[in-house]
């Protein structure tokens, strides 16, 4: 059977060499930004995240284009599963799951299977909130992003306001036009407007 060949995104050395003795850590990088760089030239079979409340929504931002993603996740009871899973990410584990559960959920994910931990099942499939005809989807980095676009900010603007790449920002922007069902940057704002994501 072929060796699931693996991109390591975390900032612990600790964690990355855990995983280096269970898989084929093909490659490793700090952030997310450095792995789409290091994604098109090694083309890896599964992306393995290490993830909290503050990293998850650049995670969101690249899942339906990437390779599969698993993330661990650092939290104990993270609120974002249910946004991560409906993005696109393949699966979320616990950051201190055992060995044998890691190896498990690696070998699912790879082969297209969703992977989710037994104790985050209720979260990922409670209903959410609804404010607008399709806007409930939008993750709160989404909302962020969609109330700078109201004030007219710039792709490059917005990802100086809040710290991350322009890349990830037109993730952003074609992700909040496809959940909101327009096609310019009007229409998703004056959307936001009527649902009340955006403050008048």
């Given at each position: 059977?072929?060796?699931?060949?693996?991109?390591?995104?975390?900032?612990?050395?600790?964690?990355?060499?855990?995983?280096?003795?269970?898989?084929?850590?093909v490659a490793s990088a700090a952030s997310i930004e450095e792995a789409g760089a290091q994604t098109a030239e090694i083309?890896?079979?599964?992306?393995?995240?290490?993830?909290?409340?503050?990293?998850?929504?650049?995670?969101?931002?690249?899942?339906?284009?990437?390779?599969?993603?698993?993330?661990?996740?650092?939290?104990?009871?993270?609120?974002?599963?249910?946004?991560?899973?409906?993005?696109?990410?393949?699966?979320?584990?616990?950051?201190?799951?055992?060995?044998?559960?890691?190896?498990t959920a690696i070998e699912a994910a790879a082969s297209g299977l969703v992977v989710l931990h037994p104790q985050w099942?209720?979260?990922?499939?409670?209903?959410?909130?609804?404010?607008?005809?399709r806007t409930e989807e939008l993750s709160p980095r989404e909302i962020e992003v969609l109330r700078l676009m109201a004030?007219?900010?710039?792709?490059?603007?917005?990802?100086?306001?809040?710290?991350?790449?322009?890349?990830?920002?037109?993730?952003?922007?074609?992700?909040?036009?496809?959940?909101?069902?327009?096609?310019?940057?009007?229409?998703?704002?004056?959307?936001?407007?009527?649902?009340?994501?955006?403050?008048?």
């Open positions: 059977m072929k060796a699931t060949r693996v991109l390591v995104v975390t900032t612990s050395p600790l964690l990355r060499g855990g995983l280096a003795s269970i898989a084929e850590v083309h890896p079979d599964l992306i393995i995240v290490e993830c909290d409340d503050r990293t998850i929504q650049d995670v969101i931002a690249i899942a339906a284009e990437s390779p599969p993603i698993l993330v661990l996740a650092a939290e104990s009871n993270p609120a974002w599963v249910s946004d991560a899973l409906r993005a696109g990410v393949r699966g979320v584990i616990p950051r201190d799951a055992p060995e044998s559960e890691i190896l099942v209720d979260a990922a499939i409670t209903s959410r909130v609804s404010v607008g005809a004030e007219g900010a710039s792709n490059k603007t917005i990802a100086w306001r809040l710290n991350i790449s322009e890349h990830t920002v037109k993730f952003h922007v074609n992700s909040i036009f496809s959940k909101m069902g327009v096609s310019s940057r009007t229409e998703a704002v004056m959307a936001g407007l009527r649902a009340g994501l955006v403050p008048l």
